[in-house]
């Protein structure tokens, strides 16, 4: 983990384990390894890393079966990669309109603020 990371510790544990599912590098059905073994490859505590499990768990990017361990979730997102590139583009769409409608009523506020004695 790195000191200079303003993020916390379980939230880089959670988002290096969120780049190795989605770069392939753990792959769906794989297991995890345990608690105490990721702790001590990541250099922090048990509790940081049920933390940042937590987060991949609510984000449906892993699973936890009891008695058995936890494994990378068969569809992560529960779309297949072409309905997820089609919601992504859909979503950015959505946020480039969103920021043009704002940069027009900003350029309007300035223009009103210029137009002032």
């Given amino acids: 983990m790195s000191q200079d990371d303003p993020r916390s510790a379980y939230e880089q544990v959670a988002d290096d384990l969120r780049k190795k599912i989605a770069s392939g590098v753990l792959k769906a059905g794989q297991k995890l390894d ?9 250099g922090v505590a048990a509790m940081t890393i ?5 987060i991949l768990r609510s984000e449906r990017l892993i699973v936890s079966q009891q008695g058995r361990g936890t494994f990378v979730a068969s569809d992560p997102v529960g779309t297949d990669s072409a309905e997820r590139d089609g919601n992504m583009v859909d979503e950015l769409s959505e946020i480039k309109a969103a920021l043009e409608l704002i940069n027009s009523r900003l350029d309007r506020l300035e223009g009103q603020v210029r137009e002032r004695p």
């Fill in 34 to 42: 345990g608690n105490a073994k990721m702790a001590e490859h990541y």
């Fill in 50 to 54: 049920r933390h940042a499990l937590d």
